[in-house]
């Protein structure tokens, strides 16, 4: 059975424009049926990496809390801290990030930014999920305490997923620091002696007591070490990476593995939105933004994550590529523009696997609403 995707163009008129367009939107695909009074609900967005331009427009996502707060809902912006050194990478840093970015208190109508898995990325809850690669994922805390779950993508292309929408929002996006990690590698951190200046501030900080120092340089002990991923951001020199050693499938059925463990207590209590806007080729953690590979298309609403990321991707293949991207392939519309991007990368296996585990369908209804306009009355 397929799934309903609503669709929205970017049409407006002086009768509807965009944000009311996009009201109307979320309304259609049920966020009152989804929603009831005093629903703590988290809104999981991407506030943008520093420097980074293609996030979604702020006046867009108070249009989202805006219509959540119709339904008598009490909603909060989230997002859980990056494994990677950035600006989001501790709640404070975080938070400041978002603030600049245009996510305030005041711009979202009284939506307070929450980050999900609090001051170091370590405030998470397990999940048992019981699945191919997982037995328990790693969730940040106020994802799974929220009694709903608004997510709202930015879908473009990523390096090691071929696209990001919602299934990396929720996946990739609410794991704690040790979820990331989980989801990226099998083994251990890895210290690049050459770098190292021995400050043992990654010992100093390591819960699991796994770091400790040789010969004036940081060495883990693999035994002990658990995965959080705390070293990572501890280092000032950025001595300690991640083993980038996963196949590229096994990182795409973890971060699905992970999908299902944030969505496991949300089951009816979840609504799924993708901007296909300012369709950049890599990740908004990129301090930076380059040139889109197709034109603005719209905006999607689903209450089925495998649907809407299928719909978002067949959107974009249609396209026609824009001149000045760095595609050097697959132009022409119904050519795969994310294959294009990245060669190696089959995005579609994730989708596969995710109807697999029972997240959804990647059958979809594309139902597209129209733009609102007025009628000349009767003798002009």
């Not at 590698?185 to 210290?191: A, F």
């Not at 293949?317 to 991207?325: C, F, V």
């Amino acid at each position: 059975m397929s799934a309903d995707v609503f669709f929205m163009d970017l049409t407006a008129t002086s009768r509807e424009n965009l944000p009311a367009k996009l009201s109307r939107l979320v309304k259609k695909a049920g966020i009152k049926k989804i929603l009831t009074k005093e629903d703590l609900t988290a809104v999981k967005i991407h506030f943008g990496e520093q420097g980074n331009t293609s996030f979604i427009r702020p006046v867009y996502i108070r249009q989202v809390i805006q219509a959540i707060r119709e339904t008598k809902a009490t909603p909060f912006l989230t997002d859980a801290n990056t494994l990677y050194v950035g600006s989001r990478s501790d709640a404070v840093s975080h938070i400041k990030t978002a603030v600049e970015n245009g996510f305030s208190y005041s711009s979202m109508d009284g939506a307070p930014v929450i980050i999900a898995d609090g001051l170091l990325g370590k405030s998470e809850t397990r999940v048992q999920v019981d699945l191919k690669h997982c037995n328990t994922v790693y969730i940040g805390s106020e994802i799974i305490t929220a009694d709903g779950l608004v997510s709202v993508a930015h879908f473009k292309g990523h390096e090691l997923a071929g696209f990001g929408g919602t299934l990396k929002n929720l996946g990739m996006g609410c794991a704690s620091r040790r979820g990331k990690l989980d989801q990226h590698s099998n083994v251990n951190p890895r210290i690049k002696r050459k770098t190292c200046i021995g400050c043992a501030q990654c010992a100093e900080h390591c819960p699991g007591q796994a770091i400790t120092l040789k010969e004036k340089k940081a060495y883990i002990n693999k035994t002990l070490c658990i995965g959080c991923g705390e070293c990572i951001v501890r280092c000032p020199t950025k001595s300690i990476n991640i083993n980038w050693n996963q196949t590229v499938p096994i990182f795409l059925e973890k971060m699905m593995e992970y999908t299902l463990g944030v969505l496991k207590n949300k089951r009816g209590k979840a609504l799924f939105i993708n901007f296909i806007t300012d369709i950049a080729p890599k990740c908004d953690c990129l301090p930076y933004s380059e040139s889109p590979i197709v034109s603005d298309i719209g905006v999607v609403a689903s209450t089925d994550p495998v649907a809407i990321d299928q719909a978002s991707a067949d959107l974009v293949n249609n396209q026609r590529a824009l001149p000045g991207s760095v595609l050097t392939c697959n132009f022409d519309p119904g050519q795969d523009k994310f294959k294009g991007l990245y060669p190696s990368v089959d995005w579609e296996h994730q989708l596969d696997y995710a109807e697999k585990i029972g997240l959804g369908t990647r059958e979809y209804t594309l139902k597209k609403i129209k733009t609102l306009t007025y009628k000349p009355s009767s003798g002009h």
